[in-house]
């Protein structure tokens, strides 16, 4: 198979880059999205959470390999005169954490969340009057569009909760964690560290992670299985890394993934299997909200 030509928008601006779906990974995509759009993003990393595609007029998740190896099925699976659509190789990088381009600064129509397409026309007036009768109808219409666009950003979120399982970290039982393929390691949080003593309880700021990534040496993590069938489960020793995640205590990395070979289902997502020993393990999807009801998304 030759290198496919992806077409790729931002909020503010359209490139194409050449990717192999054969022969090329999803790190070797964030690498090549990160390098052209590092000024755009400050020279941050493209990350899980930040890609989305377009298949069957649905707006997708391109967060991890499970993710990457279904876009390219579906990219594989296109037939000749299918694959000619600009909209099968299109992708959409945005870095959720940031601020999407309010007029009148310059905003990209191809984005999907600024693609006329994909609005609702506001409400027309009636032609039969030259007044307009209610002033703040304009208004209305204006901020329709932001609104709506904010809407559909908030219900493609909530349809897509992040996976969590509950488990054992060194000494402490009962942890709800994040398992998250995106990430490299494990880590804990500082709070989290500082409870129950990972770290010294007079830890100050310029040390333990506020001056870079600390590993904080192996820990013995164990998953809770799905069902008391399962085998006795399994525990694994792996390096543990400080972090300053806010919303969960321990997150499961690109690591912990490779340890124990770890399957997951793009049907089911609650289905995580380790494949070292077969155990089938307990997992919950969450979708995080901060106090006033905004969904906050974990990257």
């Not at 899980?48 to 390999?65: A, C, E, H, Q």
């Not at 959409?92 to 009148?104: I, M, R, S, T």
């Not at 932001?146 to 402490?172: L, Q, W, Y």
Request: charged share 20%.
């Amino acid at each position: 198979m030759s290198p496919s030509v992806l077409n790729v928008h931002t909020p503010i601006s359209s490139f194409a880059i050449v990717h192999s779906l054969k022969d090329d990974s999803m790190h070797q995509l964030c690498d090549k999205l990160s390098r052209k759009c590092r000024a755009e993003f400050h020279g941050q990393r493209v990350q899980s959470g930040w890609i989305k595609y377009v298949w069957g007029d649905t707006i997708w998740n391109l967060d991890d390999d499970s993710d990457y190896t279904i876009f390219t099925w579906r990219q594989n699976s296109l037939t000749s005169a299918q694959a000619t659509s600009v909209m099968s190789t299109t992708l959409f990088v945005h870095d959720p954490a940031g601020p999407l381009p309010e007029p009148p600064a310059y905003r990209n129509s191809s984005f999907y969340m600024f693609d006329p397409s994909r609005s609702v026309s506001p409400r027309s007036h009636s032609r039969g009057s030259c007044k307009d009768k209610n002033p703040a109808q304009k208004i209305v219409g204006r901020e329709s569009r932001p609104a709506m666009h904010r809407k559909e950003f908030e219900k493609f979120h909530s349809e897509n909760g992040v996976r969590t399982v509950m488990g054992t970290i060194g000494p402490v039982e009962n942890v709800r964690m994040l398992l998250k393929s995106g990430h490299r390691h494990v880590y804990i949080s500082r709070k989290f560290a500082l409870k129950h003593g990972f770290i010294p309880a007079d830890a100050a700021p310029g040390h333990y992670g506020y001056g870079g990534l600390v590993n904080l040496g192996k820990w013995p993590v164990t998953l809770l299985p799905a069902t008391s069938l399962s085998p006795g489960p399994e525990t694994v020793s792996i390096p543990v890394y400080l972090s300053e995640e806010p919303h969960f205590d321990v997150v499961l990395g690109r690591s912990f993934f490779e340890r124990r070979q770890i399957r997951t289902s793009s049907i089911d997502p609650t289905e995580v299997v380790c494949m070292d020993t077969g155990e089938k393990i307990a997992c919950e999807l969450v979708v995080l909200k901060d106090g006033r009801g905004d969904i906050v998304i974990v990257t």
